[in-house]
């Protein structure tokens, strides 16, 4: 066989195969085709059986077919029954499982639904299930007054309490242009500032690189100024350290309000952290120390943290007379706190943003209860 009619016979040989793949192609599509087609009907079915359950549910004297459309409508919001869901029968409560479902909702949004008498955390696999503690300070806000702009930002309207609204910025933001910042329509009632940290691996105590130029800059814009350090100590000696160390690189800068000190699991790292193995009595105690320490210089403290950090890492029975400062970031369909307790600052957002900021800016509304 000449070498050219061996390159022709080789392509002759890649064609066929490709017609052999795109006939495969073309099954496999069809069949996905028919399958689709059976979830369709399955998902309409199920549609309907879940608008039946609903509506003998609210209407268990029964009725005509319609008459139970209109009162399935008047109490399904987004396919979500407004119906206490303690209240629904068993396998109604199946039924609300499975709208849930079907809206794409998460796991842990549709525990916290039904367990709403608990406090509902995922960690590391896990889910935990708290009973709320009546004796602790409630959360005391009125949800349904917390509206969301299209910005993304939290509104809260009530006229018994005045409320305030900042940002938190680290050396993460980069160097922040301040006097593009200070062009913004709106300045920050109040900014905190990371000040430092403690290495989680190393246990060094580092400085945050723009600490000082944040300051100067948060100052200059007519902000209320605070800072907060993120810590990572073993023991009640190191959570001391922490705090002079924060008293000490402050220096005379003056700040008007308490300091925070971070309280967050280190997560997604190949190295161990330093205080993974501590208790949550182990924890407390370190926490407790640092407000301690701080207090004999005349300072105010706020423990920053989210779930995991209140309800895990630490005995929040223990912290229940200490202001809090909660994370939880909102959603477009569920936009109040979940945390069963009191709080004064809530980080609602990481994805603000600010002229003068490079990239996003977390959000915060603080309740001022003593207004």
Partial sequence: ??????????????????????????????????????????????????????????????????????????????????????????????????????????????????FADQFVIADEGKFYFMDIDPSLRPYSYDSSKMTLTDEGVIQYEDESMDVSYGIDISQHNGEIDWEEFYKNDYIPDFIYIRLGLRGYESGRLVADTQVSANLIGARESGAEVGVYFVTQAVNEEEAREEARFVIDTLSDNKVDLPIAIDVEKIENYQTKPRTADLS??????????????????????????????????????????????????????????YFPYDFSIWQFSSQGYMQGITGDVDLNIRFNKDN
């Fill in 1 to 114: 066989m000449s070498r050219k009619t061996g390159k022709i016979y080789a392509i002759i040989q890649g064609l066929a195969i490709i017609d052999v793949l795109l006939l495969m192609l073309c099954a496999i599509l069809a069949f996905k085709a028919i399958d689709y087609q059976k979830e369709n009907a399955r998902l309409a079915q199920a549609n309907e059986d879940l608008q039946i359950s609903l509506n003998r549910a609210q209407n268990p004297s029964g009725g005509s077919v319609e008459a139970g459309a209109m009162e399935s409508e008047e109490m399904v919001s987004d396919g979500v029954p407004e119906i206490p869901l303690e209240e629904l029968p068993e396998s109604d409560t199946k039924a609300v499982l499975k709208s849930y479902a079907e809206q794409g909702k998460s796991f842990i949004t549709t525990l916290k639904a039904i």
């Fill in 280 to 337: 949550a009595a182990e924890y407390t105690q370190n926490v407790l120390a640092f407000v301690d320490e701080l207090k004999k210089y005349g300072y105010e403290t706020i423990i920053y943290g989210n779930g995991k950090s209140f309800m895990l890492m630490m005995d929040i029975t223990q912290i229940d007379d200490i202001d809090k400062w909660f994370a939880d970031y909102v959603a477009t369909d569920d936009y109040t706190p």
